[in-house]
């Protein structure tokens, strides 16, 4: 199975950016179709982004649309979240989760393996 290893979070002022990385390792990256959730204290966790096995296809929740971009290097076996404009609302646990399912998918059941998260906080 595949272990997923994030990294890439911190602290950025309201309107900055952060770029979350995603290693997979144990098998191909290119197995999975991927996805980031995210959990702040008290709240449940959510679909921020996903992306098929080969990249052809993704997928936002409204709130990060033309924020933020999910991308994939097979190659690399890592997945990336590029993060702009970030807000305060955006503080949070950042997940990546993978999935052998072939589409994107918004709920988090259907991944069956995740990282261990990376944490996101932005100050206003």
């Known amino acids: 199975q595949v272990q997923l290893v994030e990294s890439g979070g911190g602290l950025v002022q309201a309107g900055g950016s952060l770029r979350l990385s995603c290693a997979a390792s144990g098998r191909p990256l290119s197995t999975y179709s991927m996805g980031w959730f995210r959990q702040a204290p008290g709240k449940e966790r959510e679909f921020v982004a996903g992306?098929?096995?080969?990249?052809?296809?993704?997928a936002y929740a409204d709130s990060v649309k033309g924020r933020f971009t999910i991308s994939r290097d097979n190659a690399k076996n890592t997945v990336y979240l590029e993060m702009n404009s970030l807000k305060p609302e955006d503080s949070a646990e950042y997940y990546c989760?993978?999935?052998?399912?072939?589409?994107?998918?918004?709920?988090?059941?259907?991944?069956?393996?995740w990282g261990q998260g990376t944490q996101v906080t932005v100050s206003s």
């Open positions: 989760a993978a999935t052998v399912l072939w589409s994107v998918y918004s709920v988090a059941k259907q991944y069956a393996y």
């Open positions: 992306i098929t096995r080969t990249g052809g296809n993704t």
